[in-house]
């Protein structure tokens, strides 16, 4: 079955800087990845997803890219601002069976 | 547009009592249902799904079942409550691969 691997697990930076999130499938036959922020005791909420007929999509500060041959695809948020501080999961669908496969999350901390 | 719903919000119950929890989504017919438990500082642990009415898929043998007795309706249920099933449990909702999440209930088993 996909396997999602999502790195790094904490990941601080100072504000203002860029902050980039990786994760990596095993599936190839998988065709959308979305991304999802969790504020502390809150709902996870989608933030940008994208499909495999594209390598990339903005979304003013975030954006995502997809490498469908390496099988990785990333999360990068700029000029990061205290509110961006939450986890980050990315996931990828499975068409078999209408499943996300979740990354185990990354702790995104914002350094005044 | 769709809503989903849960409650209750919060709920602090004795190990071995019994568990209800109900999700409701509005705006849209036959949704992909799921249930998903999440410990403290962890990830999303998918318990149950649904594609219909009276179609559920479970991921993790455990105490809990799942029913979906009405097309926007999704229950979680359990008889007796273990102390490992303290955690956040959110329900989604799916009409194609996007997920959508339900403000969660936060369940205390003391």
């Known amino acids: 079955g996909e396997n999602v691997e999502q790195h790094p697990s904490t990941l601080s930076v100072q504000e203002g800087d860029s902050a980039v999130i990786k994760c990596t499938y095993s599936?190839?036959?998988?065709?959308?990845f979305p991304w999802y922020k969790q504020e502390l005791g809150k709902r996870p909420q989608l933030i940008i997803d994208?499909?495999?007929n594209v390598g990339e999509k903005k979304d003013q500060r975030i954006a995502v890219t997809l490498n469908k041959t390496a099988k990785h695809f990333s999360l990068h948020i700029t000029e990061t601002q205290p509110e961006d501080s939450a986890v980050y999961f990315c996931a990828v669908f499975m068409d078999s069976n209408y499943q996300l496969i979740w990354g185990a999350g990354t702790k995104l901390i914002i350094k005044p | 547009s769709q809503t989903i719903h849960q409650w209750p919000a919060t709920l602090v119950q004795p190990v071995g009592s019994p568990l209800s929890l109900e999700c409701t989504v509005e705006?849209?017919?036959?949704?992909?249902l799921y249930w998903y438990r999440q410990a403290a500082g962890r990830g999303l642990q998918l318990l149950f799904y649904s594609v219909g009415i009276g179609q559920i898929s479970s991921e993790v043998p455990q105490n809990l079942s799942a029913s979906r007795p009405q097309d926007r309706q999704f229950i979680l249920s359990s008889k007796k409550l273990l102390l490992s099933d303290s955690g956040f449990y959110l329900c989604?909702?799916?009409?194609?691969?996007?997920?959508?999440f339900g403000p969660g209930t936060r369940l205390t088993v003391l």
């Open positions: 599936d190839s036959a998988s065709n959308y």
């Open positions: 705006g849209t017919s036959n949704p992909n």
């Open positions: 994208i499909r495999s």
């Open positions: 989604a909702w799916s009409g194609g691969d996007t997920q959508y």
